[in-house]
C-alpha cells in the first residue's frame, strides 16, 4: 500500500540577512506613516488599526532608494519561486504591480482575503515584535470538503485546514495569490511592521 500526495501548496521563505536595509526599511515605514495623509485618511475610513499605504501609494520603489534594493531581491526570489512551481513562463515573465507598507498596533489584524489580479503574493517582514500576529493560511479545497470530519489535533501539517506561520524579521514569504491567508491580530504593544507584495504576468 502506499500513499501518493497531489496538488501540493508551496510556501517559500526566503531571508535577505542584510540587517543595515532593514532598518533602512523600518525607518520608511514610520516616515511613510507621519506623511502619507491620503494613506492615513483611507485608514481611518475604513477602521484599519494602523497604517496602510495600500490605496495611497504606488511608487515606492521610486520614492526609497532602499525600496528599490528590496525589491531587487524580490525580484529574484520571485523567479526562483515561479520554478519552484515548476512553470511554463515561455514568452512570460513576473512584473510587480503592487507593493506598500503594513503598520498594525496592538490587536490589529487583517481578515482572510486573496490577491486577485496577480498569480505570486507574499509579504517582507521589516519588524516583528514578541506576540506579533502570525499569518494563517487556508486549505483551497475546504468549501470542497462537505462532510469530512475534522483531523485530529496532532495531525501533521499537511493534512490541516489551517496553517499558522511565525513571521521572521528580515524575511520575506511567497505564495500563490489564490490562497486565502490572513494576519492574526498583534499581542503585542509594539506595531508589526511589514512590506507586502504582488506579482502579475507580462508578455517578455
Known amino acids: 500500500m502506499t500513499l501518493q500526495t497531489l496538488f501540493a501548496t508551496l510556501l517559500r521563505h526566503a531571508e535577505i ?3 543595515p536595509l532593514r532598518t533602512s526599511l523600518e525607518k520608511v515605514c514610520w516616515v511613510l506613516e507621519d506623511e502619507d495623509e ?3 485618511d483611507w485608514c481611518d475610513h475604513e477602521g484599519y488599526d494602523g497604517y496602510t499605504s495600500y490605496a495611497s501609494l504606488d511608487d515606492l520603489p521610486e520614492r526609497f532608494p532602499e525600496v528599490a534594493d528590496l525589491l531587487a531581491f524580490l525580484d529574484a526570489e520571485a523567479a526562483k519561486f515561479a520554478r519552484d512551481l515548476h512553470w511554463d513562463m515561455q514568452d512570460q515573465a513576473l512584473e510587480l504591480n503592487g507593493l506598500w507598507v503594513n503598520i498594525l498596533g496592538e490587536s490589529g489584524s487583517h481578515s482572510g482575503h486573496i490577491h486577485p489580479g496577480s498569480v505570486i503574493s507574499g509579504t517582507y517582514y521589516v519588524s516583528i515584535p514578541e506576540g ?3 499569518l494563517k493560511f487556508e486549505d483551497p ?11 485530529l ?3 501533521p501539517e ?4 489551517f496553517v499558522y506561520a511565525n513571521p521572521n524579521q528580515g524575511h520575506a ?11 492574526m491580530p498583534n499581542r503585542s504593544e509594539t506595531p508589526r511592521l511589514s ?6 504576468l507580462r508578455r517578455s
Open 153 to 155: 489535533d496532532d495531525a
Open 141 to 151: 479545497r475546504l468549501g470542497l470538503m462537505m462532510a469530512a470530519p475534522q483531523p
Open 173 to 183: 514569504m511567497f505564495w500563490e495569490s489564490w490562497l486565502r491567508h490572513e494576519v
Open 158 to 161: 499537511t493534512a490541516r485546514r
Open 195 to 200: 512590506i507586502s507584495f504582488n506579482y502579475a
Open 132 to 134: 506579533a500576529g502570525q
Open 17 to 19: 540577512g542584510d540587517e
Open 38 to 40: 491620503a494613506g492615513n
